[in-house]
């Protein structure tokens, strides 16, 4: 068996977007709805970080909001402006602007496209082992158990 042939570079829009469009369990699944994430750094082979090509319809979510233990996040606006919603509220983002979610803060955070535009961004995330996700304005909670995340309910409850 040969390895995948790793490309020199792509045009990020030609990556294929992601077969499963979310790893939530339902009724957040659907919630996912009109997000496309094209995952950019496993087409290279990155073992240590993440990237995402990542597209949100009009009136989509980039996620639910949720912040992690252990891994860190960052977002670079590339088209469109998304509402940036973090325990501080809201704020307005633009082609240009990037925000930077450091692990451990509880800080909850979420893009929210409220436009009639497409919005378009880059997310890059590190792939910490063990990482776990909180989510204050629902009832979830996820751990990354070999590299794959398990939800429940915050009670630990099955879905």
Not at 2 to 14: G, L, S, V, Y
Not at 67 to 73: F, G, L, N, R, W
Request: with cysteine; hydrophobic share 30%; net charge negative.
């Amino acid at each position: 068996m040969t390895e995948k042939q790793i490309p020199i570079a792509i045009t990020a829009a030609d990556a294929e977007p992601r077969k499963r469009p979310s790893g939530y369990p339902e009724p957040y699944a659907s919630k996912m709805k009109g997000r496309e994430k094209r995952p950019l750094g496993d087409i290279f082979g990155l073992k240590n970080f993440g990237v995402n090509f990542t597209r949100l319809f009009p009136g989509s979510i980039s996620a639910l909001r949720h912040a992690h233990s252990k891994q860190d996040e960052f977002v670079y606006i590339l088209e469109g402006h998304p509402i940036l919603i973090t325990d501080e509220g809201e704020t307005r983002l633009s082609p240009g602007m990037c925000a930077g979610f450091r692990h451990g803060t509880g800080n909850g955070h979420q893009l929210a496209n409220r436009t009639g535009s497409d919005v378009v961004y880059l997310e890059i995330g590190d792939r910490t082992a063990d990482d776990t996700a909180t989510y204050p304005d629902d009832d979830i909670q996820a751990a990354l158990i070999d590299g794959r995340w398990s939800f429940s309910r915050k009670d630990g409850s099955a879905f």
